[in-house]
């Protein structure tokens, strides 16, 4: 739907609602996004609020309206809605260990004090590796691209100090890969979305898909469309632990809901969830941090728009992933 119309079905009467709508009509009437959509509820599975406003592209080459299924580029949350669970299922497996060294399985993460950075650690972003690197700038072959993130020397002792760190989820989507001999790709698609149902998420859009994906940043003159916007995601073939993947609004909902036990039409819910919570231990990692990843409670929301924000919350505490490019 386009110019802020929305629709909601039947549902509880949610605190804040015309506020969460208003702030997107609003943001779209002065220009500050294109468009959004809006998914939130309570957690039976069901949304009480879907919101659709503005466009999908509005540029000299073409206006199209934005609608409840428009797929997204998820931008950072690749990190939590594919990376991390393919970690925590790997680790509920005895697969992998929380508190083992990321080079039991990572050949190439080499370099000074390496040795002592954890898997928990990639995970809380209190590795001691920088926040980003500009490696499409100087390197154009995937494997170069890899081989630089993972070789990519700290800036602080591990465990002291947290940074948001791509260059450390770039490390974890290598390690689900190294570990289990598959490309992350199918991994997320066997571990994440078809047991939760996101039909609509995934790595690398086919074209056939071009007139349901938002465009993001200009390439060109031309808006980009079903190409990963990170820059070096793309520069790793658009498949990547920290960005690249694609989906709906309505899929980061049903996501949402897995972290609060929904349990699917017919089908048990996916038993590791809750495994995979407590295997997360202290979420908040060190004081001052900005990138906790899920809390499990009763409150679940999903919004999607050219700055992608996901959250789950518990009695009022809301943890986020954010796009800042």
Known sequence: MSGGAGSRPAGPELTGRRTATGLIDDAVRRGVIPGAVL???????????????GFAQDDSHARRAMTYDTIFDLASLTKVVATLPCVLRLVAAGQVGLDHPVRRYLRGFD?????????????????????????YEYLHDPARVRAAALAEPLVTAPGTRVCYSDIGFIALGELCAAVT????????????????????????????????????EPAAGVSKTGVVHDENAEALGGVAGHAGLFGTAADLSRYAAAWVGWRGRGQQSAGWWGRSQSLLGNRRGLPGNRGGLLLAGRARGAAAAEGEVAGVSQHGQRVEEHRDQ
């Open 111 to 135: 370099g000074a004090g390496k040795d002592a950075v954890t898997v928990r650690q990639l995970l809380a972003h209190t590795s001691g590796l920088p926040d980003h690197r500009k490696y």
């Open 39 to 53: 998914t939130a509820g309570l957690g039976n599975g069901e949304p009480a609020i879907r919101h659709v406003a």
């Open 181 to 216: 001999g598959d490309g992350l790709g199918r991994l997320v698609a066997e571990m994440v979305c078809t047991p939760l149902g996101m039909a609509d998420t995934g790595y690398l859009p086919g074209a056939g898909l071009a007139g349901r994906i938002a465009s993001t």
